[in-house]
C-alpha cells in the first residue's frame, strides 16, 4: 500500500469550475507539501503544511492531521492551471514521500 | 527572485559510465537533496545532506551514487556504473532549515543511459 494516495488520477474539468484534488496518508507526518508539475518537468512548491488551512491566490490547501487528509482547491480554474499536481509528505527525516500525482485538465 | 539551478539539462550517456549532475542551490540554504522520477513515474527521494555529510537516504542510493558539495556553491550528485534503469529526471531542491522548512526544486536533468 502507498504511504501517500491522490484522488483522481485524472481531473478534466471546463474553466471557471471550483477544482479539488485529495491527498490521504497513512504514516505519521511533520509537514504536508503540495507541488506543481508543468509538462515540462519543473517542479514548484505551492504550500507547505502542518495544520489549518493555506491560501495562496486561488489555491487554497487545507490539512487534516486526525484524519491524515489534505486537499488542495482551485477557485476559478483557468486553463493555466493544467498541471500534474503533487501531495508529498515529510515524516521529519529531511525527505519527502511523494504521491503519485493528479494530473489536471482544464478546458477553456 | 533566487531559484535552484542544475546542469545539464540533458545528459546522453552509455551504460557503465559515469556522471555527474550539478545543482546550484539557493545560496543561504542549508539543506540540499536530491530526487529522481522514472517517466510516468512518482518522484522518489535519494538522499538528503547538511554540513557536508548524508543526513538521509534511500535504498535507490546505492554505493554507485555519491554526493559531495565541492565548494561554496556546487552540490553534485555522482553515478558510477551507470545502469539503464538510472535513466530518469533527477531533482535537486534545497531548503532553509530541517523539517518545517518548503523545498525549493531545480528544473531537473533529464539522463538517459544507452
Known amino acids: 500500500k502507498n504511504e501517500v494516495e491522490q484522488s483522481p488520477q485524472n481531473l478534466t474539468a471546463q474553466e471557471g469550475e471550483f477544482i479539488t484534488i485529495n491527498c490521504s496518508y497513512s504514516?505519521?507526518?511533520?509537514?504536508l507539501h503540495w507541488l506543481q508539475q508543468h509538462p515540462g518537468g519543473g517542479i514548484v512548491s505551492l504550500f507547505m503544511?502542518?495544520?489549518g488551512k493555506k491560501k495562496h491566490g486561488r489555491l487554497i490547501a487545507t490539512i487534516n492531521i486526525q484524519e491524515k487528509h489534505s486537499s488542495l482547491h482551485i477557485t476559478a480554474s483557468h486553463p493555466r492551471d493544467s498541471a500534474v499536481y503533487i501531495c508529498?509528505?515529510?515524516?521529519?527525516?529531511?525527505?519527502?514521500?511523494f504521491g503519485q500525482g493528479t494530473r489536471l485538465t482544464i478546458n477553456p | 527572485e533566487p531559484e535552484v539551478t542544475q546542469t545539464p539539462s540533458h545528459q546522453v550517456t552509455q551504460m557503465g559510465q559515469e556522471v555527474i549532475l550539478r545543482c546550484v542551490p539557493i545560496?543561504?540554504?542549508?539543506?540540499f537533496y536530491w530526487y529522481r522520477q522514472i517517466l510516468g513515474q512518482k518522484v522518489e527521494f535519494l538522499v538528503s545532506?547538511?554540513?557536508?555529510?548524508?543526513?538521509?537516504k534511500s535504498e535507490i542510493f546505492d554505493d554507485r551514487f555519491s554526493v559531495e558539495r565541492p565548494d561554496g556553491s556546487n552540490f553534485t550528485l555522482k553515478i558510477r556504473s551507470t545502469k539503464l534503469e538510472d535513466s530518469a529526471m533527477y531533482f535537486c531542491?534545497?531548503?532553509?532549515?530541517?523539517?518545517?522548512?518548503?523545498?525549493?526544486f531545480g528544473p531537473g536533468t533529464r539522463l538517459t543511459v544507452l
Open positions: 531542491a534545497s531548503s532553509e532549515a530541517r523539517g518545517l522548512s518548503e523545498q525549493f
Open positions: 504514516v505519521g507526518i511533520s509537514a
Open positions: 503544511l502542518s495544520s
Open positions: 508529498a509528505v515529510d515524516q521529519g527525516a529531511q525527505k519527502l514521500v
Open positions: 545560496s543561504n540554504h542549508l539543506y
Open positions: 545532506f547538511y554540513n557536508n555529510e548524508i543526513s538521509e
